[in-house]
């Protein structure tokens, strides 16, 4: 009974997804309220498109609690790398319980006073548009926009610090908490909504009543004063409604799938480009392969085949070790190691276990999950190392363990310093890079041994013809096979199956959205691999066939090929949609960028060459040859 009832909450789960509804995280429990009991409001950060710099909630002088103490809630190793910051706040609320208007931290006559640098410090994050992001009940809030227009309702992600008018800042200093809950039971109330509204409030508009305050219903808006200082009030009201909505789908707001026809143009786009690889495929395989290798298998005289162009003739040299076959074993270790952090993450995420309300589950799944496939990469970059009769496996050991993981380190550590430079909570504390670098040094790298220790023990790869002590000469080669225009034309189909959803992650990324997709990501990564591994084996059957028996590194490099369109579409994302114009946030993204870009030719990369590799094997496992008319090594 217990495997069907297993069985029975995944379908659930794919149902769900199938409806266009974001699920929440398995095995998490709703936290039920009382009528009056107080709910604890933090603070995550402040984000801005325009600078990419979060930063601590209390970066700027606002309302410190009561006690004076900020309790920072404790966080995983991805909220610390995404900078949130996770603080209490001086806001109190009840379950279900209205307030019409209350001083945040002040007393009647005692308003806050703010420097000249404290107001320049505001003004300044006003004017880059940073957005302040709070949670009750572990639920983001959310700023509801409605078009003048077209008059459709849209949900902003926090809420606006202030606003610029005539060249001057002004701040939102009043917050309206709008809440709302699920009556689950009689006496048990759960969370199920979190917006705010938010006003600017002239200090000199406030009247006070007793305990609370009110305003005009168009009070006029309080300036931040960088010539003197500023002189404010924080205040706030909260106004609890009731509602129909379960505590499962309060995200829905959040994560509903907006656009979902562009997504499932982005499948049927996907879907069209491998009919069109396969139609070439199956041309080559069942037509001119099938007919080459009968040819060559049914003539008993191997000298009168001499005189044949094609791949036929390199069967003596195709298996012939590549030139710095060590570098390309460690290449191809980290590039399985990519993929396999890339495919289980995917997959649980899809599974709804990686959702936004865990925060930071994302980033530190795949960092643990890319440190624990070291034991499986060095197996197989092993293997791979030993069949191309690699001696040194030690080194070669290092180099798969250090290669890819020292360049996304090393840049991030400079990257780090000019972040620390401007306080940002962005900044990873050296603590974390401590940690990071144990993960890497205790963990990471002993795997990559042991696998290693593993592989090189195992019998290399087997190949179907031996290889020629003396190697052939290549011939001349036409201009279109040259290596750089057939990355251009291998990565274009490739990258047309993915470029709906990068744009989707783009977004995620670099305007602070949400992102969860994962069903629609899954199959698009699907798509990817199967067009990737489709693509490699049609440009290195070319090659080939031009007598080129050099595909080791080509199959590779080519199939990495829509790399390139990707850091072209970076560049274009980056002048079309962001609006950077900072030196930092520029080298941020640039830097950022450009691991993605590596990361995803590593990815790419390594699909090809393995489906080029079985490809190979394949057809020449099929070819009948006099093994003994060769000399061989």
């Known amino acids: 009974m217990h495997n069907y009832h297993v069985i029975f909450q995944i379908f659930l789960l794919v149902f769900n997804f199938a409806c266009n509804h974001g699920f929440y995280v398995p095995g998490v429990a709703p936290v039920e309220y009382k009528k009056g009991q107080k709910i604890d409001v933090k603070a995550v950060k402040m984000t801005s498109i325009h600078t990419q710099l979060p930063y601590e909630y209390y970066s700027l002088p606002l309302c410190l609690p009561k006690n004076g103490t900020i309790i920072y809630k404790s966080e995983n190793l991805g909220e610390v790398l995404r900078g949130d910051r996770i603080v209490s706040t001086n806001y109190e609320i009840h379950m279900a319980e209205n307030i019409k208007c209350k001083l945040l931290c002040h007393k009647k006559n005692d308003p806050m006073n703010w420097n000249v640098e ?35 309702k849209s949900i902003e992600q926090g809420y606006r610090l202030g606003f610029m008018s005539k060249g001057k800042a002004f701040i939102n200093n009043h917050l309206k908490l709008l809440l709302k809950y699920h009556k689950h039971s009689q006496d048990s109330y759960r969370v199920v909504g979190f917006e705010v509204e938010t006003h600017s409030v002239s200090k000199d508009d406030l009247i006070f009543l007793d305990d609370s305050c009110q305003f005009p219903l168009e009070p006029r808006p309080q300036l931040v004063n960088e010539d003197t200082g500023t002189k404010l009030y924080f205040t706030y009201s909260v106004e609890w409604g009731e509602s129909d909505i379960q505590w499962a789908s309060r995200w829905d707001i959040y994560l509903g799938m907006k656009d979902v026809q562009i997504h499932w143009f982005s499948i049927i786009n996907s879907i069209v480009v491998l009919f069109f690889l396969s139609g070439i495929l199956t041309t080559i395989m069942v037509r001119t392969l099938r007919r080459d290798i009968a040819k060559y298998n049914s003539d008993d005289d191997i000298e009168d085949l001499i005189e044949e162009t094609g791949w036929k ?26 993929f396999l952090m890339a495919l289980i993450t995917i997959f649980f995420a899809m599974l709804g276990m990686l959702s936004p309300a865990s925060r930071g589950a994302l980033m530190t799944s795949a960092i643990f999950l890319y440190v624990f496939m070291g034991l499986i990469a060095g197996y197989y970059s092993a293997r791979l190392y030993n069949t191309m009769r690699g001696k040194q496996w030690k080194q070669a050991a290092f180099l798969t363990a250090t290669l890819y993981p020292a360049i996304v380190f090393g840049k991030c550590f400079v990257l780090n310093f000019f972040i620390m430079g401007k306080h940002s909570s962005g900044a990873v504390p050296f603590s974390t890079m401590m940690a990071l670098l144990c993960l890497w040094f205790c963990i990471s790298l002993p795997l990559v041994y042991l696998g290693y220790y593993f592989g090189i023990r195992k019998q290399p790869f087997q190949h179907p013809v031996r290889t020629n002590f003396i190697p052939r000469k290549v011939p001349e080669q036409v201009w279109y096979r040259n ?151």
């Open 313 to 338: 003739l390199i069967y003596g040299d195709v298996f012939r070790p590549p030139p710095k076959r060590m570098l390309f074993a460690a290449v191809i270790g980290n590039g399985i190691q990519v």
């Open 483 to 633: 290596v750089f225009v057939c990355t251009l034309v291998a990565g274009i189909l490739p990258f047309g199956a993915v470029f709906i959803e990068l744009f989707f992650i783009f977004s995620a990324l670099w305007e602070n959205q949400f992102y969860y997709l994962f069903g629609f990501l899954f199959l698009v990564f699907c798509i990817l691999v199967v067009s990737v591994s489709q693509i490699s084996i049609v440009m290195v059957y070319f090659q080939l066939c031009g007598e080129d028996y050099h595909w080791w590194w080509k199959s590779f490099i080519v199939s990495g090929g829509s790399a390139v369109y990707v850091l072209i579409y970076s560049i274009f994302y980056f002048f079309t949609k962001l609006e950077i114009t900072e030196f930092i946030p520029t080298l941020l993204y640039v830097g950022y960028t450009a691991l993605m870009v590596l990361t995803f030719w590593l990815l790419t990369g390594t699909i090809g060459f393995f489906a080029a590799y079985t490809f190979i094997r394949k057809i020449y496992g099929a070819v009948r040859i006099d093994l003994n008319s060769v000399k061989t090594l």
């Open 118 to 152: 404290e107001s320049e410090t505001v003004a300044s994050r006003i004017e880059h548009e940073y957005f302040v992001h709070l949670l009750v009940d572990n639920l983001p809030v959310a700023t509801r926009i409605i078009n003048q227009e077209t008059s459709e």
